[in-house]
């Protein structure tokens, strides 16, 4: 049973993370056409929204990582960005 658990949260977990890559794309294409049409603070609120909706799918994944006790999905304590 533990295996279609694990099976299904990196399914969860692959949709979570292509779904903020497309997001996240289509918000700075989306920011390009703003500034060039509509002026800089339509550009401004469009891409905070999207970067807000980007981070919420992180929280998901984050929480999905943290309620299967796993940690596949986030570097090790040890681990540092030096």
Request: net charge negative.
């Amino acid at each position: 049973m533990a295996s279609v658990e694990d099976v299904l949260n990196v399914a969860v977990a692959v949709v979570l993370v292509a779904l903020s890559v497309a997001v996240l794309i289509s918000g700075v294409g989306e920011f390009v056409e703003s500034i060039r049409g509509a002026g800089i603070r339509t550009g401004v609120i469009s891409l905070l929204d999207n970067t807000l909706l980007v981070l919420m799918l992180v929280e998901i994944l984050h929480t999905l990582g943290s309620r299967s006790g796993s940690t596949i999905w986030f570097p090790s304590r040890s681990w540092s960005w030096r």
